[in-house]
Structures are given as structure tokens and as C-alpha cells.
């Protein structure tokens, strides 16, 4: 079985709600939980829109906080045995029916680069935290924030074709 994408259908953003329910599960808010909840958004609602259902099956590459934003969006949990964690280290989530049928869905190497950036300024202020004083630690980590909110309102409204690249994954075939 393979699957048809309708022509010129759009899939819209995932709600707020979302990233604030990622947040709740995942205990703070970050950009690979974001990206995580786009991808898992992305590829669900692509399957759905395709008109797929049933029991999914997603497969994740690296356990990174990108998997608390992925099960939230897909429903699959490895507790359920729906979410498989294989080797690879990609930032990469497979979304797929039991027959094989489904949406591959992996970062970009922008996204990838504009969540590492946030990432080395955290760890920098860490580094230097001991260094300094109340009032410049107060400054940097009121700056961190503001990049950390930019940043954010990015991984949360870019188009999708900014953030992953998506590939459709065929059924394997029999005999
Ligand atoms: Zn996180």
C-alpha cells in the first residue's frame, strides 16, 4: 500500500496548546522539544490528511528532549511499544502504519544549527556562571530568555519546509 498526499492541501500549524502540553511533559521549554512537537505534528497530520489510520508505529533515532515533543504529537510512547529507538543519532522521526506505509521527517541542518546556537549560549553562561557577578549573571541570563523566546516563536511558526525534510515511505513488499 502506498499513500497519496491530496493536491494542494495545507496543513496548519500545530495550536499553542501543544507546545504548552509538550512543556508540561517535558518540564521546560526548549528548541528540540519544539522541533520534536513539529515533527511529530508534520508527519500525523500528513498521514491523516492522506487519509491513513490505524495503529502507528513511529521510530526515533537519537533520544534527545526532540522525543517528549514527538510523542506528544503522535500518541506513539515506547511504554506502548509504538515508539522504537534505533541507532543513528539523526534528529529524524519515521511514522508509519504496521504495513511499512508512512512519512520519514527529518530536521534540516538550519534548524539543527539555530537549536545548537541556543544550546552553546546556555552551556557558555554555564561555564562563565561562577565567574560572575549577581547583576551580570542576572543580565545574561534575562538575555538567554529573550533568545530563548525568539528562537522559539521561530521553531513554533516557521514553514515546515524550514524546519524537516519530509519523505514518503512505501509499504515493504511481499515475496
Ligand atoms: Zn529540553
Known sequence: M?????ERFTIPLPPPDVFIAIRNEHGHYCPMSTCGGR?????????EAAGISGRLMALVYARSCALDGIVQTTGCDEA???????????QRLDLRTESGAGISVQLTAAALRRSGAYR???AMLESQRAAL???????????LAVQLDILLDELRTCPDEELMMMTELTAAVKG
Do not use: C, Y
Request: charged content about 25%.
Open 2 to 6: 502506498s499513500f497519496k498526499l491530496p
Open 39 to 47: 515533527m511529530g505534528w508534520a508527519a500525523r497530520k500528513r498521514l
Open 80 to 90: 506502548t511499544g509504538t515508539l522504537r529507538l534505533l541507532p543513528g543519532g539523526q
Open 120 to 122: 552553546q549560549a546556555r
Open 133 to 143: 557577578s549577581a547583576t551580570e549573571l542576572r543580565q545574561r541570563e534575562a538575555a
